[in-house]
């Protein structure tokens, strides 16, 4: 569904009225295009999101649940073999196996988002925001879909349910090979928009054979080093952005983009893996309970629990581009870092001295720990689809650009997309060390108090 900051390229595309088919093809390519970003986000991220849902399952009681994320971060930190890495947690008992597994799923996500996340700045820039709105989508989708996949399969324990998980990854180079439109199939936006220009292939050599004619559609270009005319065919395009000019262009994205999701990740991943395990109360009797009792049978289904809730709401945010609801002004991206510093504070105190009431209404308790999960997946959604969002859609090209500044604008859009999604991953490999004694120090609290339940699990 195209959103509000689409409106310079489909207003061009919908002008050609007078051309139906055309605009239909072009009407059925957008949707190719979205379709196709939003499995790369979801499968992508899919087998992440079924191990921190298994986390409880993947490891021993006395093993803090951080260390599933550390594991299941560090390595995209590197890279930015999923089936392989499934296979591994699967096929083995012993928790290094495991571990060595959920370090090679991990790989495997954090390479595909880097991948896909550039894949979408080869587009007109326009269509890049709508690409990455629908991966965003995806990832969302990967979590309501992963989270939801390890609640129904979780029955069937450890190595049936992670090895069914296992194949999703296969579904990726078919939507490649078969689904995803080349940017050359958007023909339309090409000729309206100045934000896309064809790289020229040609030899960049400048003829200086004065007798030799250059071909009559080639655009002239003046030389800005030797003053002499070159054509646009011949204009070199090979384009290395040095370490200056990458520093240069990654000192504006810190306060601006890169701390706002840094923090965001930070502080929902503390909450995920560090204080979401100890958020364990009695298993409630139906016969009063009506609708926790129903969904809580035992002490392990509130932290896989808490995941689903956290992953849908996620989705629905992450979403909210792609069904047009505007983004974020870049004033208020720090906004969703606030709200969740306010929601972690909140179930801290709530899991360490218990500030709703647990004994007199479970039912209330319930539903204040769920609302503030929820939220707490609105604003990591937010913060994520928001913040590379508008990184995608800065640096415009503009009318007067060639060919040479159209590619280095593009590779510096590369770039700093890299740079945002190195600042998320670092965000969950410093909130896996911070969450792993925070679970320890919270699980001691309530054993201090008379409640035991973490130490169950």
């Known amino acids: 569904m195209a959103h509000p900051e689409d409106d310079e390229l489909s207003a061009p595309l919908l002008d050609a009225g007078s051309d139906a088919s055309t605009s239909d093809n072009e009407r059925k390519l ?15 991220n899919i087998l992440y999101v079924v191990i921190l849902s298994a986390a409880l399952d993947l490891v021993p009681p006395s093993t803090p649940k951080g260390l599933i994320a550390f594991c299941n971060i560090f390595p995209a930190l590197v890279a930015k ?23 090679l799923a991990s790989f495997s ?25 629908y991966f965003a989508s995806g990832t969302g989708g990967a979590g ?34 078969f689904l995803l439109p080349a940017p050359s199939k958007f023909a339309g936006a090409r000729r309206n928009s100045a934000a896309y220009a064809a790289i020229p292939t040609a030899d960049p050599t400048v003829e200086e054979d004065e007798g030799e004619e250059t071909d009559v559609g080639s655009e002239q270009l003046a030389d800005t080093d030797s003053g002499a005319t070159v054509t646009a065919k011949e204009r070199p395009l090979v384009i290395m952005l040095t370490f200056a000019d990458k520093i240069k262009l990654v000192r504006p994205l810190l306060l ?23 958020l364990i ?24 629990l808490w995941q689903l809730v956290y992953q849908t709401f996620v989705f629905f945010s992450r979403s909210s581009i792609s069904i047009g609801v505007p983004s974020l002004p870049t004033r208020l991206l720090w906004a969703p870092a606030i709200v969740q510093a306010g929601v972690l504070l909140t179930l801290v105190l709530e899991s360490a001295i218990g500030i709703f009431p ?33 990184v995608g859609q800065e640096n415009h090209p503009s009318e007067g650009d060639d060919a040479y500044e159209l590619e280095k604008k593009k590779q510096e859009r590369e770039f700093k997309i890299g740079s945002i999604g190195f600042a998320d991953s670092l965000g969950i490999l410093l909130a896996s060390l911070i969450a792993m004694p925070t679970e320890i120090g919270l699980c001691k609290a309530q054993v201090g108090r008379g409640k035991t339940f973490c130490k169950t699990l």
């Open 30 to 44: 957008r949707l190719k295009l979205g379709i196709s970003f939003f499995i790369f986000g979801l499968i992508n």
């Open 81 to 103: 073999i999923g089936v392989l890495g499934m296979t591994v947690v699967a096929g083995f008992d012993s928790l290094g196996m495991r571990l060595l597994g959920i370090c």
């Open 109 to 133: 996500s954090g390479l595909g988002e880097l991948t896909f996340l550039q894949l979408s700045t080869t587009y007109p820039i326009a269509l890049a925001g709508h690409s990455v709105g």
């Open 144 to 177: 309501v879909g992963g989270a939801g996949f390890w609640w129904e399969v979780r029955s069937l324990g450890v190595k049936k349910g992670v090895a069914l998980s296992g194949v999703l990854p296969f579904v990726i180079p078919l939507t490649y090979f």
């Open 256 to 278: 601006k983009f890169m701390l706002p999701i840094f923090s965001v990740y930070v502080l929902e991943y503390t909450i995920n893996q560090g204080i979401a395990p100890t």
């Open 281 to 304: 109360y009695p298993v409630p009797d139906a016969s009063q309970h009506w609708l926790i009792g129903h969904i809580i049978h035992s002490l392990r289904d509130y932290y896989p």
């Open 358 to 390: 647990e004994e007199s209404n479970p039912t209330l308790t319930f539903l204040l720990v769920f609302t503030l999960i929820a939220v707490e997946g609105v604003c990591g959604g937010l913060a994520y689809v928001n913040v590379f969002y508008r």
